[in-house]
């Protein structure tokens, strides 16, 4: 069970930022990823966000994460968030128990794929995740969803792609 909210957190922090900007989200996930307002999300400003949860995650501040660091971090985030959900639950939240359900399935799928977030990270395989590696999962969304190829995302490129992904879902 451990594993599967570990997995479901792996998830949450690698694709969060993204998640955050779709439609429903726009405001404060876009708004949040662009630090200097301007409408657009470049990958320096995506770089400073990892950056951040990069120092957040790094416990003994070597510069590199380990899978102890990231379990640690998440076994955190995680009572953090069932402590919230729980409270809402309380107060009738059905929504808060259908969105636990779907983290659960989800970190199934995820546990089934195999490797998981931490090795798709961990590019050279040494069992440590840099900062490099940490952020280049930021360059991989500017380029994923910069459709018009200008090395920044706007709400409406992002909003575009959401609709093409809920489009592949549901085809």
Known sequence: MRTKYLMAASAAVL???VAMAAPGHMGRGFDKLDANSDGSITRAEVDAQAAERFAKVDADRDGFLTQAEMSAHHDAMRAQWA?????????????AERRMERLEKRAERMEKRGGGPFAKRDA?????????????????MIERFDTDKNGVVTKEEMAKAREAWKGKRKG
Do not use: P, T
């Open 15 to 17: 694709v969060g930022a």
């Open 124 to 140: 050279n395989g040494d069992g440590r995740i840099s900062l490099a590696e940490f952020q280049a999962g930021g360059a991989k």
């Open 83 to 95: 402590a919230k959900m729980k409270d809402r639950a309380d107060k009738g939240g059905e929504r």
